[in-house]
Structure formats: structure tokens, C-alpha cells
């Protein structure tokens, strides 16, 4: 419960607060100009790399499905209330409510679809490498199954938000390299912090490796 609570409340964070863009200068090798969406965003990659490992495909696929209704209940809701006019002592107008939410729909619709094939991808991938494995070299299913399910994210939801004019087409190569290179970095990452959590689960329930805990 605690790892789809976080799940999801990165996934929701990550497609409401797309549209601030920063720069980072990585160690003078190279400028990253990415939105602040993309920050909680890899974090659902470790997430469902952490429940594929100890709860299983299935239940990885289920944490999955739930972002899905979890996202599409949050537009909802901003819908809802960008109906709602503003009152005049309000210290946020409607303008500038729908200048920060406005296009949320868009962009929970563009990440949607990234996301269904991001993830989907992610969890696949990273089983056929578990199987492939029997259990062994945890960083390599969990970094070959991130970079390539982080690149059709990418490509997929930068490609989108092009197309429906949230961001100019001339931004789309920086943008997608910038976005694909910080979550390639951002996986390389957390694979010390991903042997932990598997670690921590192992001692306390005592599984070996490539055993899983089954909840059904």
C-alpha cells in the first residue's frame, strides 16, 4: 500500500506541474532544460521495479492500472473546478488558475499514453530479464527495462504536447534528449537505493532470490 501511495502521488505531482521548466548544468558537460514534471516522474520506475521484484508481475500491472484511474479522477476533479468562478476575494483568479491548470487536460491525456506504454514496457521487459536471469543481476533488468521504456516515454509524451501546441516543435529534440539523458541518470541512481529495498524485504520476510511474496 505504502509503494502504490507513493506511485501514485508521484505520477499525479508529475502531470500537474508540467508546465515550469528549469535548467540544470550538469557538471559543465551538458545544459538540461527539462519541466519540474519530470522530477517525481522516475520515481514510479523504481516504484513498480521494487513491486515487480518482491510482489510479482501481476501485482506490478495492478499499482499500474490504479495510476491510471487515480490520474483521470485528478482531471476530473480540476475540471470540475475550473468551472467554479473565482470569487473576488479569492487570491487565486480564474486566470491565472487556468493559466497553471488549464492545459492539464492535455498534458494527463499526452502522459497517459506514454505512460500505459512506458510502464507496460518497463514491467515486461524487466521480467524477461528476471526469467532470463533466474533472479540474478538486479541492476541489469532494472536499468535495461527503465532506459528503454524511458525513452518511449520520452519521445512519446514530448511528441504529444508538440502536436497539441503546449510546447513548440523547434524544443523537441532538447527537450527529448534532456528529458531521455535525466532519466537515464536519475535510474543509474537509484539502482543502489532499488538493492536496498529488495535487500530490506529479503531479510525481513526471508525470501531467496527470485522468490516472491504472493498475495493472492
Same mark, same amino acid.
Given at each position: 500500500?505504502?509503494?502504490?501511495?507513493?506511485?501514485?502521488?508521484?505520477?499525479?505531482?508529475?502531470?500537474?506541474?508540467?508546465?515550469?521548466?528549469?535548467?540544470?548544468?550538469? @557538471? &559543465?558537460?551538458?545544459?538540461f532544460?527539462? *519541466?519540474?514534471?519530470?522530477?517525481? $516522474?522516475? %520515481?514510479?520506475?523504481? +516504484?513498480?521495479? /521494487?513491486?515487480?521484484?518482491?510482489?510479482?508481475?501481476?501485482?506490478?500491472n495492478?499499482?499500474?492500472?490504479?495510476?491510471?484511474?487515480?490520474?483521470?479522477?485528478?482531471?476530473?476533479?480540476?475540471?470540475?473546478?475550473?468551472?467554479?468562478?473565482?470569487?473576488?476575494?479569492?487570491?487565486?483568479?480564474?486566470?491565472?488558475?487556468?493559466?497553471? @491548470? &488549464?492545459?492539464?487536460?492535455?498534458?494527463? *491525456?499526452?502522459?497517459?499514453?506514454? $505512460?500505459? %506504454?512506458?510502464?507496460? +514496457?518497463?514491467? /515486461?521487459?524487466?521480467?524477461?530479464?528476471?526469467?532470463?536471469?533466474?533472479?540474478?543481476?538486479?541492476?541489469?533488468?532494472?536499468?535495461?527495462?527503465?532506459?528503454?521504456?524511458?525513452?518511449?516515454?520520452?519521445?512519446?509524451?514530448?511528441?504529444?504536447?508538440?502536436?497539441?501546441?503546449?510546447?513548440?516543435?523547434?524544443?523537441?529534440?532538447?527537450?527529448?534528449?534532456?528529458?531521455?539523458?535525466?532519466?537515464?541518470?536519475?535510474?543509474?541512481?537509484?539502482?543502489?537505493?532499488?538493492?536496498?529495498?529488495?535487500?530490506?524485504?529479503?531479510?525481513?520476510?526471508?525470501?531467496?532470490?527470485?522468490?516472491e511474496?504472493?498475495?493472492?
Amino acid at each position: 500500500m505504502i509503494f502504490a501511495a507513493l506511485f501514485i502521488a508521484s505520477l499525479v505531482a508529475s502531470n500537474l506541474i508540467f508546465k515550469k521548466f528549469f535548467l540544470w548544468d550538469f @557538471f &559543465g558537460l551538458y545544459t538540461f532544460e527539462i *519541466s519540474v514534471g519530470i522530477l517525481p $516522474y522516475p %520515481l514510479t520506475f523504481l +516504484i513498480t521495479d /521494487s513491486i515487480s521484484e518482491i510482489y510479482g508481475k501481476k501485482k506490478a500491472n495492478q499499482v499500474v492500472t490504479i495510476g491510471i484511474f487515480a490520474s483521470l479522477f485528478s482531471l476530473l476533479i480540476i475540471l470540475v473546478s475550473n468551472q467554479v468562478n473565482a470569487s473576488s476575494t479569492s487570491p487565486v483568479q480564474d486566470d491565472m488558475f487556468n493559466q497553471v @491548470f &488549464g492545459s492539464t487536460g492535455i498534458a494527463v *491525456s499526452a502522459s497517459m499514453i506514454a $505512460y500505459l %506504454l512506458a510502464q507496460y +514496457i518497463d514491467i /515486461s521487459i524487466y521480467h524477461f530479464w528476471k526469467k532470463l536471469t533466474k533472479g540474478k543481476y538486479l541492476w541489469l533488468r532494472n536499468n535495461f527495462s527503465t532506459f528503454s521504456s524511458q525513452f518511449m516515454d520520452t519521445i512519446v509524451v514530448v511528441g504529444l504536447l508538440c502536436s497539441f501546441g503546449q510546447i513548440p516543435w523547434d524544443k523537441f529534440g532538447a527537450l527529448l534528449l534532456s528529458g531521455f539523458l535525466f532519466k537515464v541518470i536519475v535510474a543509474l541512481l537509484d539502482t543502489p537505493l532499488l538493492y536496498l529495498i529488495v535487500y530490506g524485504f529479503r531479510q525481513r520476510f526471508n525470501l531467496k532470490i527470485n522468490e516472491e511474496i504472493k498475495l493472492d
